[in-house]
């Protein structure tokens, strides 16, 4: 394993910010008399000349925005890799914000395919936002290439305009359950998380290879997304139900609350906390400080991960961000790779010839090990064993092994 990296930073110290990338791309557009109110199929203006159009739609703001922050450094740092460009062509990225639900980031993302005629559009986090997106990007057929959010319905069945760079929430969870059945040795867990798509995907997925172990459920809750600020009354129904563990869906703001939560109702040293790794991810870590320790996930990712390519995309990361790369990181730094490879071999650059140049996409070098696309569009890939550990001072997630799927 590798050593624990230096502490972090003060966040984004290079780089556009989104807003500005945003305004600048705006401004350019204005200049070039682009940006039609059209509404047009085929998305994009497939003009084989000029930059490409991709859009970026990620959260700058409510309970997933440092998520989105990261995503946004993932990206750029591939395009700062690149001579900022994709396919040997020049890029233009226009921003949008997703906000927290569905109702920021329909219309937000939905107005870089029809007003800013974008060829792709990259990013989306939130599970709920992106299932209401999934029929206007097949519909005005340009690629949408998800580089966060894991529901299970976006890609079954596969769209030759839905490719995901991520995960599905299912195999998340799905990943950790009979490693956790063995660890309890038939003592019961409680399941929670937050209620949406996501995290009864992500609970639904757990319970199914936990029980198919031999596992016992406790009991299980399912908490307002966005809304909840005390988990306490929760925390009280897991005391009493008998459990032994937690397994828990939550990511962002909400994992940072839970986490703290749980620790200071004392239940950190007794009932032992699982996840998905989204729990313990990136900011979400350094907000929850020694609170999180010993908590164990699973995820496709830790930084802390022993690869020489990991080693090189971690120092290229923090050299440029003075901090280390997330799980978000990675899956938009490899979106803009798949684009990367897209638009190489394209035949036209409109959403059309784009979807068509997806499918041949081919092997990505990524810092989470070299993966491909299944039939479904989904990223071929290990999932791995975490645990928070503390080394020389620095709270990591630690790769305990990869788990069997
Ligand atoms: C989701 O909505 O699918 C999601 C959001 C944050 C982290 C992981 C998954």
């Known amino acids: 394993m590798s050593a624990l990296p230096a502490g972090r930073g003060a966040r984004r110290t290079r780089g556009l910010a989104p807003t500005a990338l945003a305004a600048a791309s705006l401004l350019m557009l204005a200049a070039c008399g682009g940006g039609s109110l059209s509404e047009g199929g085929g998305g994009g203006e497939g003009d084989d000349s000029g930059p490409v159009k991709i ?39 226009i921003s949008a914000d997703e906000g927290e639900t569905p109702q920021t980031g329909v219309p937000a993302t939905t107005k870089l395919v029809t007003q800013d005629q974008v060829s792709a559009v990259v990013g989306i986090v939130n599970s709920a936002t992106a299932l209401g997106l999934k029929d206007t990007f097949v519909q005005s057929e340009v690629p949408l290439i998800i580089a966060n959010a894991g529901a299970d319905d976006l890609t079954t069945p596969p769209s030759p305009y839905i490719w995901r760079t991520s995960f599905t929430n299912g195999q998340v969870g799905e990943a950790l359950g009979a490693a956790v059945a063995e660890e309890l040795g038939g003592d019961p867990i409680y399941l929670m998380a937050a209620d949406y798509a996501a995290g009864h995907e992500s609970v639904d997925g757990f319970r199914e290879s936990f029980t198919a172990a031999g596992g016992k459920i406790a009991g299980e809750a399912f908490t307002p997304f966005g809304t909840t600020s005390d988990w306490q009354p929760y925390l009280n129904k897991v005391r009493s139900s008998g459990a032994k563990a937690v397994y828990v869906f939550y990511a962002g703001a909400e994992a940072v609350n839970f986490v703290k939560q749980y620790d200071a109702f004392g239940l950190g040293d007794n009932i032992q906390l699982y996840g998905a790794g989204f729990l313990t991810e990136g900011g979400a870590l350094d907000a929850q400080g020694k609170s999180a320790l010993g908590v164990r996930t699973s995820l496709h990712y830790s930084n802390l991960l022993d690869s020489e390519r990991n080693a090189q995309f971690v120092e290229a990361y923090e050299a440029a961000y003075n901090e280390p790369p997330t799980v978000y990181a990675v899956q938009a730094y490899d979106a803009a790779a798949v684009l990367d490879q897209a638009i190489e071999s394209a035949e036209s650059t409109d ?31 290990p999932y791995y064993q975490r645990e928070v550990q503390e080394v020389d001072g620095v709270l990591g997630n630690a790769v305990l092994g990869e788990l069997e799927q």
């Open 351 to 381: 959403g059309a010839g784009l979807a068509e140049a997806l499918e041949g996409v081919g092997e990505i070098d990524s810092p989470r090990g070299t993966w491909s696309f299944d039939e479904n569009h989904n990223p071929d890939q």
């Open 55 to 93: 859009g970026l739609a990620l959260p700058l703001s409510g309970v997933y925005s440092s998520l989105g922050e990261d995503m946004e450094q993932g990206f750029q740092l591939y395009l700062d890799e690149n001579e900022d460009q994709l396919g040997g062509r020049d890029i233009e990225i």
